[in-house]
């Protein structure tokens, strides 16, 4: 088997009960609870129209401008995927379009990370299916390869495991690795379940502010205010 020309399988995926889990929560909220250590890069923005997305990473890593392998993954894509793309971030040639968004809603997956360009705009606002790209551009793919499908990939640091829980929405996307998955739920969990009481704390004027005084003076700051 030649590296770089290659089609592997998950050696194993993330539990569905978890990725439901996941999918109830803020990613700005679990990416506190992975000590902010953890991004996609901000170039990677919604190209639906509104929502989230909580899924199993399908991986693939694509010669820029090429998306032969993406249609492999598509493929071999099973309900509750998303596809992750490493093309470099690349933006002279769409990775996909249309027709390729209506197969993969056909297959089943919940959504598409592209570090790459998309082209038929309107369709992905349209269809709405959760998808992240760095791009967008009339101009279509090559399809000769190479590239590999399910094996490790990383786009701006953040690296994606095949089987990783992937989320998205707003803010942004992120990967938390099945190692370590439960833990990061479950702190995530309390984080937000704290942010619910502050929010009733600040709508009834009883939130306590003594901390930024605190911090302030910790840092010597002079406060002439006092």
Known sequence: MTTGFRILKRDRVAAPEIVAEFAKLPVANVSDSMSRMTAAGSRLRPMHTSGGM????????????DNLM?????????????????AGGALDNALMGELMLAYAIKKGVVGFVIDGAIRDLDNFRETNLPTWAAGVTHRGPYKDGPGEVNVPIAIDGMVIHPGDIVIGDSDGVLCVPIDGAETILKSTQDKSAKEIKQMADI???TNDRTWVDRAL???GCALLDD
């Open 203 to 205: 709508e009834a004027g």
């Open 217 to 219: 003076k910790e840092r």
């Open 54 to 65: 909580a899924g199993v990473a399908l991986t693939v890593k694509a010669r820029p401008g």
């Open 70 to 86: 993406l249609h492999a993954a598509i493929d071999r894509a099973v309900p509750g995927d998303v596809i992750v793309v490493d």
